[in-house]
């Protein structure tokens, strides 16, 4: 089928439809159900997906409000746009706002790592030869990665070798864009400065995996990348048992078995109830890089006893890579714009994009909290039988 060569004259929807007639004639289906609604998919066809020929509508529940107090001391609610097709989720998260209302999720530690990318070279000369025109030539190719950006600067670097190979780690602020075209862009002027200064230096790749890019690695989750987060909520004794319907003793219990002991077994990077399914429902929602989730479930959440004359429990969650953006790729599609819309409406003070990953990381908490109170009050399989089945 060729489903590139259309008249030019042809709108985006026009363009999109034609696709997917070839398609169906092609191949004897009915493909009528993903025709997209113009006034939703934006500029997708042109700037987001190649040979597009429809869209998938997916589900959109609300939760919330959910207190939090941001890193920077600003409280206020946030409402959270979940993007799932998996009943029982949003319910879930909603039901950890309402338990964490009465201390609020406070933010606190916030990191801005920056988008990092991994440049592997190697030379005949030898790994210190690389090393030392890395360091010696540190202004030059710095510089050559700037002329790529002027909404970009470096942030730091780092040297690794492995074998033959010496690989160069450079993380970028991106300012308001998630940034990885940014920073890739920036890594091939930074390869092609030092390869043709350096006729001996051979760059092997611009993406080199250190960088673990949607990929889990030890390195991300001990360093983090993008922002590392680190939120916290107290829970009292009549939240947990009024609201989540359990008991201190029993959450504290379900914690051990599963986040220390359990993790523990499997090796697993990232010692959490189910980080990863809130951090897709809000990256669907507002148009992030999906595949990012793969370094958001990295998180670790904790629990530990409040003091006996407080009682009830303290939830903490330390996620070491959220990477999000507020402009640019899917960030700008009108659906996308508006869900972000919603989570963004109370302002902090902070910027835009950390205000978002703070954001997510007070809905992953909340959703750490329904789950493990479920699970300890055995209501996990009965919650989705009635809302998941």
């Known amino acids: 089928m060729e489903l590139r060569d259309l008249p030019e004259q ?161 993380s970028f602020d991106t300012d308001e864009a998630m940034g990885m075209n940014m920073v890739t862009i920036a890594s091939q002027a930074i390869a092609d400065w030092i390869a043709g200064k350096f006729t001996d230096i051979e760059c092997i790749t611009i993406a080199g995996n250190v960088d673990s890019d949607k990929k889990p690695s030890r390195r991300t989750h001990e360093r983090g990348r993008g922002f590392e987060v680190i939120c916290q909520a107290d829970l009292k004794i009549n939240a947990i048992e009024e609201t989540l319907k359990t008991t201190p003793e029993l959450m504290l219990r379900v914690a051990d078995a599963k986040l220390k002991a359990g993790s523990g077994l499997a090796g697993a990077i990232g010692k959490n109830l189910h980080a990863a399914n809130v951090i897709a429902a809000i990256y669907l929602a507002t148009g992030q890089d999906l ?14 006893a409040l003091p006996e004359a407080a009682g009830g429990i303290r939830i903490e969650v330390r996620l070491p890579a959220i990477i999000v953006g507020v402009r640019g790729g899917g960030t700008e599609l009108p659906a996308q714009t508006a869900c972000r819309s919603l989570l963004l409406k109370n302002k902090t003070g902070l910027k835009a994009k950390q205000q978002l990953a703070e954001s997510i990381a007070a809905a992953v908490l909340a959703g750490e909290i329904s789950l493990l109170a479920a699970q300890a009050s055995h209501d996990l399989a009965r919650a989705h039988m009635k809302l998941a089945r």
């Open 10 to 170: 042809l709108c985006s929807s026009d363009r999109i439809n034609m696709r997917r007639q070839r398609i169906e004639t092609g191949l004897g289906l009915d493909l009528k159900t993903l025709e997209p609604k113009t006034d939703t998919i934006g500029e997708a066809e042109k700037k987001n997906c190649e040979q597009m020929f429809g869209s998938v509508p997916v589900p959109v529940g609300y939760a919330g409000p959910l207190s939090v107090s941001f890193s920077n001391g600003h409280k206020t609610d946030i409402h959270l746009p979940l993007a799932t097709t998996e009943g029982a989720l949003v319910a879930s998260v909603n039901r950890g706002c309402k338990a964490a209302a009465v201390s609020s999720v406070q933010v606190t530690r916030t990191v801005d790592h920056g988008i990092s990318r991994s440049i592997a070279f190697a030379s005949k000369s030898g790994a210190d030869s690389i090393i030392n025109a890395i360091r010696k030539n540190e202004s030059g190719w710095q510089s050559a990665a700037r002329t790529t950006s002027s909404h970009m600067k470096m942030v730091g670097y780092d040297i690794d070798v492995s074998k033959q190979y010496v690989f160069l780690t450079v």
């Open 291 to 304: 595949g990012h989730i793969v370094e958001g479930s990295l998180a670790d959440t904790s629990v530990s």
